[in-house]
């Protein structure tokens, strides 16, 4: 029982549902849970370390209507990913500020599984928080599932959060 | 942030190299770990809820050099093993007293994934914490991984802890 605070990663994502500034359905269940159930007043013995790691390719077919003409456009594009990022991660950042317990955040690219994981091994956090959508075994094979990668893969302790049976969405992939 | 404390269900089992009423290193390892991390100095926030499974056709196999003459010989060996039980729990007790949190513990019999999810339905916990030795898929389709199971069926979050690699022993599937 050391003084240092235990460093909570939480992965965090953007809506499918709404636009991608907003916070999943998962993400938003698991990090208000951590902070009720684990945290609760005791704000001096955390330390939140919020990830969201932003998909490329799939977040580029937001901008169906663009033209790119030149290497600028797709910076352009980036940076406007990269800003609606950064709005995702103030949602949360502004929570922990609200209830008074340190957190930092950060965004990575790539695949949400893998960069978690190596996240996971760079950072050294106590352990990892992931929400889940509770998808059955014939979903996952084509939506593949990031909490039961990181359960089996993440070199620390992880805890998974499935979404409430009032906040599943019709469409279970939904999120 | 109630002031009911959060309530942590461990699953705990025997190990498989010591003798039964010694704990296993992955449900030590867990214990231990959430005591020490999410725990930490607050106890009167928690409540830790241990429960124990006891897989009795296999338990029976430790009494290979008995005779079973009676009905009273089979009932005794189920007393002696209810016995090892508490003992077994009594380790993890004596360590929450010590501390100061408060909890509960208690035996079934049957299937522990199976029984675990169906204790998480019956006494709602705020969470599950359950320790995994860490098998790759190979291993997992002979000797099982409740942890596996928990993650996925169990009606709340789950907390999934690994041995630490210098307490893993040579066979893997050894507890």
Known sequence: MGSEPTKVMVAVNGSTIKEYPHP???SKRAFE??????VRSNTSDFKILLLHVQVTDEDGF???DSVYASPDDF???RETNKAKGLHLLEFFVKKCHEIGV???AWIKIGDPKDVICKEVTRVQPDFLVVGSRGLGRFQKVFVGTVSAFCVKHAECPVLTIKRNP?????????D
Chains 1, 2 share one sequence.
């Open 62 to 64: 937001d901008d169906v």
């Open 75 to 77: 910076r352009s594009m």
């Open 102 to 104: 340190a957190c930092e």
């Open 166 to 174: 009032d906040e599943t969405p019709s469409d279970l992939a939904d």
């Open 33 to 38: 849970w951590t902070l009720e159930k684990i």
């Open 24 to 26: 999943s359905i998962s």
